[in-house]
């Protein structure tokens, strides 16, 4: 990545089986420059899963002394467990021109955009209908009925504030929000202000040729 280009944070919100997960893979499989963030939690670790790849695992004493510091950006309570991500991940990644991908729910994209509103972009990933989530959580054969209906019900919640999001993605055909993730990620890229650290040493380059093409010329 280009140092002088600046990276940002691309949040992906959806209920549970929206398919953030799937895009998210996709586009730290397919384009450069594009990582995971890696969020702390209380939760236990599940067979293969590895500490400090898929989350940092640490206690409920140790999660609440971060909250104290302030070394989260955003945190929440989840199913009876603790999630946060780090300010110290963002900032190092974002300076060095890493974009990075946060997969929660729209009140960490809340926190985290009222604390670094610049550097934010919010997609809000939305089922085609309320039968096909369902469908995809039953589907999937991880929980129990219980816990589809409970998902369910904040299913709607969350799609309540679609409308705080940037970027709305209607997830019905997959190759098709493939690309439509991948052309929000392209667009954000060229933002002038993430672009400006690179295009000003780019102007420098031509001296004070100012008036170069004030004739019409070239």
Do not use: C
């Not at 009140?107 to 509103?117: D, E, F, S, T």
């Not at 972009?121 to 309320?130: D, E, G, L, Y």
């Not at 993730?181 to 031509?206: D, H, N, P, Q, T």
């Amino acid at each position: 990545m280009d140092e002088m280009k600046r990276g940002f944070i691309l949040i992906l919100t959806a209920p549970s089986g929206g398919g953030k997960g799937v895009l998210s893979r996709h586009l730290v499989e397919k384009m450069d420059g594009i990582r995971f963030s890696v969020s702390t939690t209380t939760r236990m670790m599940r067979p293969g899963e590895v500490d400090g790849v898929h989350y940092f695992f640490v206690g409920k004493d140790e999660f609440e002394k971060k909250i104290r510091e302030e070394a989260f950006v955003e945190w929440a309570a989840v199913f009876g467990h603790f999630y946060g991500t780090s300010r110290q991940m963002l900032t190092e990644n974002l300076q060095a021109g890493q974009d990075v991908i946060l997969d929660i729910d729209w009140q960490g994209a809340r926190q985290i955009r009222g604390q670094m509103p610049g550097d934010v972009v919010h997609v809000a990933i939305v089922p085609p209908s309320r039968d096909e989530l369902r469908r995809r959580l039953v589907l999937r054969g991880q929980d129990a009925q219980e816990v589809i209906e409970r998902r369910m019900a904040l299913a709607e919640k969350e799609l309540s504030h679609w409308h705080e999001a940037d970027y709305v993605l209607v997830n019905d055909r997959l190759e098709q929000a493939y690309g439509d993730i991948e052309a929000i990620v392209r667009a954000e890229r060229l933002r002038r202000g993430r672009m400006a650290g690179r295009v000003e040493k780019i102007v420098a380059g031509f001296g004070g040729n100012d008036g170069l093409y004030q004739d019409g010329s070239g």
